[in-house]
């Protein structure tokens, strides 16, 4: 930037800083008045509500005090406090509605050894089954209860009680009697809420008057006290309840255990932060409290609180927006300049990173050993890894259909390979290309076998704009699958063939030996545990080499009858079982691409687990249909009424040798479940079992479906073949409840 751009810069920026600067402060000035002027209309309103709530409170706890004046003031001056006095000195009292008083009540000081005579003495004078019951006989002097009334409604009494082990309520009644006057005590627990939760249990406070009778003319004697408990929040709450709701949070506070603390709060109905406090005090009695209050000033001025912040903000966001302006004007065509440079430097940098990128990837897949081929929509090749570009000699690729013929490609049957087969036009038409082998013709004559897969490059919308495939070489894979077959066939003949002499001797043996009078039954069992053990062993080897195949065998796959193999498994399987005979429903089933024997072996046993775990002299109950999944997929479910599998098993029925009835007497290898899962996983799909509604099972199966074939799931269901003898045909609905 040259010297006078910079000059001009430096100019507007002072200029603008110095008209953003004063009108921030105008702003924040004016914005700090109005606020101030608020808060001390604020305040002032607190400073009134405070008074009128501590007139309240004192004119409460008065109503309190005068009542126990009252009724001291009755009983006095009389020959002798009785209780047909005492109910009619409190009457007045009950009828005046005092939310926060527990009871009130007459004591008698007792003095030490003193307590049976005193006891016989105040049930002359109406306590009427009074026991008087001192809490410590160490004590010189007792304060017994002797007449009391409820006010809260409560019917606990507390005639005969001791309250010498209670020290705020001595303290106050010992000041009584000694000052001749109304005592308030110190807040604490009152005796008779010694049984209330500690949560919602209150502190309280006792009002005490002392009583002199006069048992002859010019004699006065100190006869007890009337006392009156005082709930400290109830007090509070009395006095607060006007109808109005307070927004003011009002705490009480008094001498609790020898200091200052909270007796009493309750919340104002005003929300948001108390950012206004005050306080007051009030004489109850001989005692001092204080009032706390608290309260949102936003609640109290009656005025907008935004307005400050609003007058501010709003002053400050003009005088930065002329600031601006003016700035703006000024350096206006030396701002443009500097944003196109800006967005130069940035574009290259971005540049620069999309070419890294772009070259991290391609020497990515330029190293691995296999064929990656991207297209556009229009089957135009975009990119070709290295090890693509070296199958081909000629010019460039330019189209997918341009790589079919020069590779001489050709499916495993060794019918030519269409370019509309080709994986990335198929994957451009939505279709799944997964683990499909292609023969391919090298010039010399050799053949290589290829793997290949291709899939659907979509927007974030969802159409589709392009295709990816990727291919390697299987050949040597392939050859060592058709070694490990041939090994597998050596052994099922060295191991099964001899297998197959044993027990067939043995079988010669049992039938001609069981009617020998020769042999005796322990022998014949012997034979029958041989010959149960062979067969055992046979279905190990037939597991094993199931699984081996299941594993390592040639997959090959192609669009397969799925309803045809399992007409052929049902029919094998009904034609051996016993009675009674299994009930077998065939549903609507679609056309599946995966490899017939493999498939076969999947049906097979599913559907003869499903026979097999059923409860003895139950007939089995097997449905087995097919569903469309979203994905273009086919789900084979086999559902039975057998006997389940229990909790926590689920899925380690699919592990090798995971028997999951072993204890029930059920015979089995546990590899028929596992080499499902084998298969299913070659498929490129999944298997899986749930509880069947109703009771049994549910095994779900997922395969790919026939290539250019929608799954026939809707179609109507194709009943069990009635030429079967031993096949029920059902008349029922699937048992598979969706």
């Given at each position: 930037?040259?010297?006078?751009?910079?000059?001009?810069?430096?100019?507007?920026?002072?200029?603008?800083?110095?008209?953003?600067?004063?009108?921030?402060?105008?702003?924040?000035?004016?914005?700090?008045?109005?606020?101030?002027?608020?808060?001390?209309?604020?305040?002032?309103?607190?400073?009134?509500?405070?008074?009128?709530?501590?007139?309240?409170?004192?004119?409460?706890?008065?109503?309190?005090?005068?009542?126990?004046?009252?009724?001291?003031?009755?009983?006095?001056?009389?020959?002798?406090?009785?209780?047909?006095?005492?109910?009619?000195?409190?009457?007045?009292?009950?009828?005046?509605?005092?939310?926060?008083?527990?009871?009130?009540?007459?004591?008698?000081?007792?003095?030490?050894?003193?307590?049976?005579?005193?006891?016989?003495?105040?049930?002359?004078?109406?306590?009427?089954?009074?026991?008087?019951?001192?809490?410590?006989?160490?004590?010189?002097?007792?304060?017994?209860?002797?007449?009391?009334?409820?006010?809260?409604?409560?019917?606990?009494?507390?005639?005969?009680?001791?309250?010498?082990?209670?020290?705020?309520?001595?303290?106050?009644?010992?000041?009584?009697?000694?000052?001749?006057?109304?005592?308030?005590?110190?807040?604490?627990?009152?005796?008779?809420?010694?049984?209330?939760?500690?949560?919602?249990?209150?502190?309280?406070?006792?009002?005490?008057?002392?009583?002199?009778?006069?048992?002859?003319?010019?004699?006065?004697?100190?006869?007890?006290?009337?006392?009156?408990?005082?709930?400290?929040?109830?007090?509070?709450?009395?006095?607060?309840?006007?109808?109005?709701?307070?927004?003011?949070?009002?705490?009480?506070?008094?001498?609790?255990?020898?200091?200052?603390?909270?007796?009493?709060?309750?919340?104002?109905?005003?929300?948001?932060?108390?950012?206004?406090?005050?306080?007051?005090?009030?004489?109850?009695?001989?005692?001092?409290?204080?009032?706390?209050?608290?309260?949102?000033?936003?609640?109290?001025?009656?005025?907008?609180?935004?307005?400050?912040?609003?007058?501010?903000?709003?002053?400050?966001?003009?005088?930065?927006?002329?600031?601006?302006?003016?700035?703006?004007?000024?350096?206006?065509?030396?701002?443009?300049?500097?944003?196109?440079?800006?967005?130069?430097?940035?574009?290259?940098?971005?540049?620069?990173?999309?070419?890294?990128?772009?070259?991290?990837?391609?020497?990515?897949?330029?190293?691995?050993?296999?064929?990656?081929?991207?297209?556009?929509?229009?089957?135009?090749?975009?990119?070709?890894?290295?090890?693509?570009?070296?199958?081909?000699?000629?010019?460039?690729?330019?189209?997918?259909?341009?790589?079919?013929?020069?590779?001489?490609?050709?499916?495993?049957?060794?019918?030519?390979?269409?370019?509309?087969?080709?994986?990335?036009?198929?994957?451009?038409?939505?279709?799944?290309?997964?683990?499909?082998?292609?023969?391919?013709?090298?010039?010399?004559?050799?053949?290589?076998?290829?793997?290949?897969?291709?899939?659907?490059?979509?927007?974030?919308?969802?159409?589709?704009?392009?295709?990816?495939?990727?291919?390697?070489?299987?050949?040597?894979?392939?050859?060592?699958?058709?070694?490990?077959?041939?090994?597998?066939?050596?052994?099922?003949?060295?191991?099964?063939?001899?297998?197959?002499?044993?027990?067939?001797?043995?079988?010669?043996?049992?039938?001609?030996?069981?009617?020998?009078?020769?042999?005796?039954?322990?022998?014949?069992?012997?034979?029958?545990?041989?010959?149960?053990?062979?067969?055992?062993?046979?279905?190990?080897?037939?597991?094993?080499?199931?699984?081996?195949?299941?594993?390592?065998?040639?997959?090959?796959?192609?669009?397969?009858?799925?309803?045809?193999?399992?007409?052929?498994?049902?029919?094998?399987?009904?034609?051996?079982?016993?009675?009674?005979?299994?009930?077998?429903?065939?549903?609507?089933?679609?056309?599946?691409?995966?490899?017939?024997?493999?498939?076969?072996?999947?049906?097979?046993?599913?559907?003869?687990?499903?026979?097999?775990?059923?409860?003895?002299?139950?007939?089995?109950?097997?449905?087995?249909?097919?569903?469309?999944?979203?994905?273009?997929?086919?789900?084979?479910?086999?559902?039975?009424?057998?006997?389940?599998?229990?909790?926590?098993?689920?899925?380690?029925?699919?592990?090798?040798?995971?028997?999951?009835?072993?204890?029930?007497?059920?015979?089995?290898?546990?590899?028929?479940?596992?080499?499902?899962?084998?298969?299913?996983?070659?498929?490129?799909?999944?298997?899986?079992?749930?509880?069947?509604?109703?009771?049994?099972?549910?095994?779900?199966?997922?395969?790919?479906?026939?290539?250019?074939?929608?799954?026939?799931?809707?179609?109507?269901?194709?009943?069990?073949?009635?030429?079967?003898?031993?096949m029920v045909a059902s008349t029922e609905p699937p048992t598979v409840v969706r």
């Open positions: 930037m040259s010297s006078g751009r910079g000059t001009g810069w430096r100019g507007a920026t002072v200029l603008a800083s110095a008209v953003a600067v004063l009108g921030v402060v105008l702003a924040l000035v004016a914005g700090g008045v109005v606020a101030a002027g608020q808060r001390d209309a604020a305040a002032e309103q607190l400073r009134q509500r405070s008074n009128a709530i501590a007139t309240r409170v004192a004119a409460e706890a008065r109503r309190y005090t005068d009542a126990v004046s009252l009724v001291a003031a009755s009983l006095s001056d009389r020959t002798a406090v009785t209780g047909r006095e005492f109910r009619t000195a409190v009457a007045p009292v009950e009828r005046m509605r005092l939310p926060g008083a527990t009871a009130i009540a007459f004591l008698a000081p007792v003095a030490r050894g003193r307590v049976a005579e005193a006891q016989r003495r105040w049930q002359q004078r109406g306590a009427t089954g009074l026991s008087l019951r001192p809490i410590n006989v160490a004590e010189p002097e007792h304060y017994f209860y002797v007449f009391d009334a409820s006010l809260d409604g409560g019917r606990e009494r507390m005639a005969g009680v001791d309250v010498s082990a209670s020290r705020e309520a001595v303290v106050a009644l010992r000041g009584a009697r000694d000052g001749r006057r109304l005592t308030v005590s110190d807040a604490y627990w009152l005796l008779r809420d010694a049984d209330v939760p500690v949560e919602v249990r209150q502190l309280s406070f006792v009002v005490t008057a002392p009583v002199f009778t006069a048992p002859s003319p010019g004699v006065r004697e100190f006869a007890g006290w009337v006392v009156m408990g005082m709930r400290g929040r109830d007090l509070l709450a009395g006095a607060l309840d006007t109808g109005t709701p307070e927004p003011v949070d009002v705490t009480l506070r008094a001498t609790v255990r020898g200091a200052r603390a909270e007796v009493a709060s309750l919340p104002g109905a005003a929300t948001g932060a108390r950012d206004l406090t005050g306080g007051a005090h009030i004489r109850v009695g001989n005692r001092a409290w204080s009032l706390r209050f608290a309260v949102p000033a936003a609640a109290l001025d009656g005025s907008r609180r935004g307005v400050p912040a609003l007058l501010a903000t709003a002053g400050s966001a003009v005088s930065v927006c002329v600031a601006a302006l003016i700035w703006a004007l000024a350096t206006g065509r030396a701002r443009a300049r500097a944003r196109v440079e800006t967005a130069t430097r940035e574009l290259r940098a971005s540049a620069r990173a999309v070419e890294a990128q772009r070259a991290y990837l391609v020497q990515v897949l330029d190293l691995l050993d296999l064929t990656v081929v991207t297209c556009d929509a229009s089957g135009a090749v975009v990119h070709m890894n290295r090890s693509g570009r070296s199958r081909f000699d000629g010019p460039a690729v330019i189209h997918v259909r341009d790589t079919i013929e020069p590779l001489g490609l050709s499916k495993p049957d060794g019918t030519p390979l269409t370019a509309e087969e080709a994986p990335l036009l198929r994957a451009l038409r939505d279709e799944s290309v997964q683990a499909e082998e292609i023969v391919r013709t090298m010039p010399d004559g050799t053949v290589r076998r290829l793997l290949a897969h291709a899939r659907a490059l979509r927007d974030p919308d969802g159409a589709i704009v392009g295709a990816v495939s990727c291919a390697y070489d299987v050949t040597a894979l392939r050859e060592r699958e058709a070694e490990l077959a041939a090994f597998a066939g050596i052994v099922a003949h060295d191991l099964k063939n001899p297998l197959a002499m044993v027990i067939g001797y043995v079988d010669l043996l049992l039938d001609e030996l069981s009617d020998a009078p020769t042999v005796t039954e322990e022998q014949l069992r012997t034979l029958s545990r041989v010959a149960a053990t062979g067969r055992r062993m046979r279905r190990l080897i037939d597991d094993l080499l199931g699984m081996a195949h299941a594993r390592d065998g040639a997959l090959r796959p192609a669009d397969v009858d799925l309803r045809a193999i399992v007409d052929d498994v049902v029919a094998e399987r009904l034609a051996t079982a016993g009675d009674p005979a299994p009930q077998v429903y065939v549903g609507p089933l679609a056309p599946v691409r995966a490899d017939a024997g493999m498939l076969r072996q999947v049906v097979d046993n599913l559907i003869g687990n499903a026979i097999k775990y059923t409860p003895p002299g139950r007939p089995a109950r097997v449905d087995v249909t097919t569903s469309a999944l979203p994905d273009g997929r086919v789900r084979l479910e086999v559902a039975d009424r057998g006997i389940g599998i229990p909790p926590g098993q689920h899925a380690k029925v699919f592990n090798d040798f995971h028997r999951a009835h072993a204890a029930d007497g059920y015979a089995g290898t546990g590899l028929g479940l596992a080499i499902c899962r084998r298969i299913a996983e070659r498929h490129g799909g999944t298997i899986t079992v749930e509880d069947n509604p109703g009771g049994g099972s549910r095994f779900c199966v997922t395969l790919p479906a026939a290539a250019g074939e929608v799954p026939a799931a809707t179609r109507e269901p194709r009943r069990g073949r009635v030429t079967e003898p031993a």
